[in-house]
């Protein structure tokens, strides 16, 4: 299996960047946007995953089929995601 050596300076700056963001998550926390402050929190959430995913576990220099284990698995969290949300949106219909 070939390695790709990833310079110091990129996870310094990866570093930075996930800092930024919590610092933003915070900052986000402390401001009034309504039903938009979970949204903005998830949406940040979601960014920092992704660079997490890509760079630490180092699937942007992967084979093609690491990206399919990739999205196969987001593609199984969205279906868990939806049943669950099923059953919870649909609990007060029962009378």
């Known amino acids: 299996m070939s390695e790709h050596i990833v310079p ?3 996870y310094y700056t ?3 960047i996930l800092m930024l963001c919590t610092g933003l ?3 986000i926390a402390f401001v009034n946007l309504g039903a938009m402050n979970i949204v903005a929190a998830l949406a940040i959430a ?9 760079f630490f576990m180092h699937v942007k220099y992967s084979t093609r089929l690491t990206w399919a284990v990739v999205v196969g698995s987001l593609f199984w969290l969205g279906i868990l995601l ?3 949300l099923g059953d919870y949106l649909t609990r007060g ?3």
């Not at 979601?46 to 890509?54: D, E």
């Open 82 to 84: 939806a049943l669950t």
């Open 25 to 27: 998550t915070v900052a």
């Open 8 to 10: 110091t300076r990129t």
């Open 14 to 16: 990866i570093f930075a």
């Open 93 to 95: 219909w029962i009378t």
């Open 46 to 54: 979601a960014f920092k995953a992704t660079i997490v995913v890509l």
